[in-house]
């Protein structure tokens, strides 16, 4: 329920916004994967082969508060992918709350645009660390080998940035490239209660500490670089501090790119110790026409990656293949995994 004075201000507010877009995209993503394990038959009875799938719808409005001169960008998406509403990646039928924070806290911002200058509310939204994309160019997912053995990989996807969580930043759009720094109240992932507290507890928003990230990337004004610099600390609450970095370049020259990344991750545990993380990336990919690439990446772990992309306009095909060893840091994880992917955008 909203006060009348509120709701006064807010009609007030609402007749300064001069007439507004709306747009509605999204993506179907569907995919195959088939894992084998090597060694002994305890090994091996972890294979497995299936489907995967995301479906996701974004809302985008645009428009502009008149009385103050300022645009503004709002939105946010719904993601579904396999395992966020019928599992929690364990087997169990038992959905939990962090999983529906990833349905309903993806990409929600508003953004207020004042000309080279953004300020961002919201999560998932703003320049962050996470992704392999600079040194893996022809894939999907990660480098890393999930699955192999029912491991996570212990290759770092985002160097521990608490991008999911909501805060505030400023993006500033250089010529050179693009700035930003974001502060996070409560680095709980997308934990928020709703608008109003109506019946909030702890457990609404999160018991985590604040963080703040500052980043860069951009090509420095040369042509075919992409350069990433992203740096955040999260403080813990136990007299530590969990920090991260991640760095990395990829340069194109024609039809050939070359990349490197570096996550490190500083990630304290339960003995109050802090242990580094630290995952390389290199890959190379050729366009060996304007439809269709090829690529291949390798990262400590071991994890060796080759892709084959064919871009049909709305729609991406990829044809991967892994070969994962040591998965989780453990001697007994190796195993190999193929696949195809495909998203249609719309």
Do not use: C
Request: glycine residues 14%; charged residues 15%.
């Amino acid at each position: 329920m909203v006060t009348s004075a509120l709701t006064g201000a807010l009609i007030s507010l609402g007749s300064s916004v001069a007439l507004a877009q709306t747009t509605v995209t999204g993506n179907v993503a569907l995919s195959y994967q088939n894992l084998t394990n090597e060694g002994p038959a305890s090994q091996k009875a972890k294979d497995f082969h299936g489907m995967g799938k995301e479906a996701q719808i974004n809302i985008t409005n645009k428009g502009k508060f008149t009385n103050i001169g300022v645009d503004y960008v709002a939105g946010f998406s719904i993601e579904m992918d396999g395992a966020d509403y019928s599992t929690n990646g364990t087997g169990s039928a038992t959905v939990t709350a962090a999983e529906i924070r990833a349905v309903t806290a993806e990409n929600t911002y508003i953004d207020l645009v004042m000309g080279k200058t953004i300020v961002s509310f919201g999560a998932d939204h703003m320049p962050n660390s996470e992704g392999h994309g600079l040194a893996m160019h022809v894939g999907y997912g990660f480098v890393g080998g999930d699955g192999v053995s029912n491991t996570v990989s212990s290759i770092s996807k985002a160097a521990g940035d608490p991008y999911t969580a909501f805060g505030a930043g400023v993006i500033y759009n250089a010529d050179v490239g693009q700035f930003s720094v974001r502060y996070i109240p409560n680095a709980d992932g997308a934990a928020a209660a709703n608008d109003i507290f109506n019946s909030a507890a702890q457990a609404s928003t999160g018991n985590a500490e604040s963080a703040i990230s500052v980043g860069f990337r951009g090509g420095l004004g040369v042509k075919g670089l992409d350069l990433q610099a992203f740096k955040h600390e999260r403080k813990l609450g136990n007299g530590l501090d969990a920090d991260g970095r991640a760095l990395g370049l990829r340069y194109t020259v024609g039809a050939l790119s070359a990349g490197v990344q570096e996550l490190v991750a500083n990630a304290a545990h339960s003995d109050n110790t802090k242990r580094v993380d630290t995952t390389r990336i290199v890959g190379v990919s050729y366009a060996l026409t304007k439809t269709i690439s090829v690529g291949t990446s390798y990262a400590e772990e071991t994890a060796a990656q080759v892709g084959i992309g064919y871009n049909l306009g709305p729609a991406t095909v990829i044809l991967q293949y892994k070969d994962a060893k040591n998965v989780g840091m453990s001697a007994a994880n190796d195993g190999q995994m193929w696949g195809v992917y495909t998203n249609l955008a719309f």
